[in-house]
């Protein structure tokens, strides 16, 4: 079974300050970890994936994640905060079992952006 | 290339009605999953199609159901209605040597009252 837990249901930054969304994961085997960053009344759009090459993943609007096994964990990273990035972000997980690749979601983080 | 559609954007059904959405898959993708959002929750997971038949369900009961045309398209069907029922239903496609990753639809809106 698979599990993600998304630390802080609600994050509020400044713009130009640095975002952190963390994520924590749970799988039986090596995981392929994703961010997908949904605004309101969207559906989800794909932020960045880690499918076991690099551990630095980068991302489309100057996000990274890094994937660090030891800590089970797939935090998202941003240097500076736009106006823009204020949406509600979802770390998923899928993994190789069975012959389908579901994605099991976290509960979701809300960013704020503060001008 | 065309992106993942879904239809209708909306639509409010009455409790015990039976409902229909629809999805056609982004050009070159052979995998449909739906998805369940419920408000203020992430995604669950429903079931996935390919080559026409089911592969993999999560858990969700048998008045859930779901069917995949020759073309890719899917569609979700919802028998006896619950207002439980009512949430945010996402589409998503992908190609079958890279199913896991998965590009979504903007979804349909139901509201069960």
């Known amino acids: 079974a698979q599990s993600v837990t998304q630390l802080g249901s609600h994050v509020s930054v400044s713009e130009g300050a640095l975002v952190l969304l963390r994520c924590n994961y749970s799988?039986?085997?090596?995981?392929?970890l994703f961010w997908y960053v949904q605004y309101p009344n969207q559906g989800l759009q794909l932020l960045l994936k880690?499918?076991?090459?690099?551990?630095l993943v980068k991302g489309i609007n100057g996000f990274e994640a890094e994937f660090k096994k030891s800590e089970t964990s797939f935090h998202l990273t941003k240097p500076s905060a736009h106006m823009s990035d204020a949406a509600e972000y979802f770390c998923?997980?899928?993994?190789?079992?069975?012959?389908?690749?579901?994605?099991?979601f976290g509960k979701g983080t809300l960013l704020t952006v503060n001008p | 290339e065309t992106g993942v559609t879904q239809s209708p954007t909306h639509l409010i059904k009455t409790r015990g009605q039976q409902v229909t959405l629809r999805c056609s898959s982004q050009?070159?993708?052979?995998?449909v999953s739906w998805y369940q959002q419920a408000l203020g929750q992430g995604p669950q997971f429903i079931f996935q199609?390919?080559?026409?038949?089911?592969?993999g369900r999560g858990n969700f009961p048998p008045r859930f159901s779901g069917l995949q045309f020759p073309n890719y398209s899917s569609e979700l069907n919802v028998n006896a209605l619950e207002l439980d029922d009512s949430a945010l239903y996402l589409c998503?496609?992908?190609?079958?040597?890279?199913?896991?990753?998965?590009?979504f639809g903007p979804g349909t809106r139901l509201t069960v009252t």
């Open positions: 998503a496609s992908s190609a079958r040597d890279r199913v896991y990753e998965q590009y």
């Open positions: 799988s039986s085997v090596p995981p392929y």
């Open positions: 880690y499918t076991s090459a690099a551990t």
């Open positions: 998923a997980v899928s993994d190789s079992g069975g012959s389908n690749y579901k994605l099991t």
């Open positions: 050009s070159g993708h052979n995998t």
């Open positions: 199609y390919y080559r026409e038949e089911e592969n």
